[in-house]
């Protein structure tokens, strides 16, 4: 059974920083692209930021290149996102995705989703 457990979500002051987690289990990490989603309040969920096993290919949405980085652990099964400079804008629910291939496409479909952690950004 396929698992990803997001953490580090929590209130924090615009401008300031925080790294979220997500530890997988139940799949062979290595075969999969793990990506980081966002769904705000009202809004529709968006690609936030996606990379292969080797960090070969990396994707990032425009709104969060230069402030966000993704990273992977394939020792830990854990793939992260370091968020920086955060805006009001970046509130929402993030979540972990896996996708079995190579490709960090924003747009193919992915195959398991965690449950999500809160960001909130005060100002």
């Known amino acids: 059974q396929v698992q990803l457990v997001e953490s580090g979500g929590e209130l924090v002051q615009a401008g300031g920083s925080l790294r979220l987690s997500c530890a997988a289990s139940?799949?062979?990490?290595?075969?999969?692209?793990m990506g980081w989603f966002r769904q705000a309040p009202g809004k529709e969920r968006e690609f936030v930021a996606a990379?292969?096993?080797?960090?070969?290919?990396?994707n990032y949405a425009d709104s969060v290149k230069g402030r966000f980085t993704i990273s992977r652990d394939n020792a830990k099964n854990t793939v992260y996102l370091q968020m920086n400079s955060l805006q009001l804008e970046d509130t929402a629910v993030y979540y972990c995705?896996?996708?079995?291939?190579?490709?960090?496409?924003?747009?193919?479909?992915?195959?398991?989703w965690g449950q999500g952690t809160q960001v909130t950004v005060s100002s």
């Open positions: 139940g799949l062979t990490f290595s075969t999969y692209v």
């Open positions: 990379t292969s096993w080797g960090g070969t290919s990396i």
């Open positions: 995705a896996a996708r079995r291939g190579t490709r960090a496409s924003p747009t193919l479909p992915y195959d398991f």
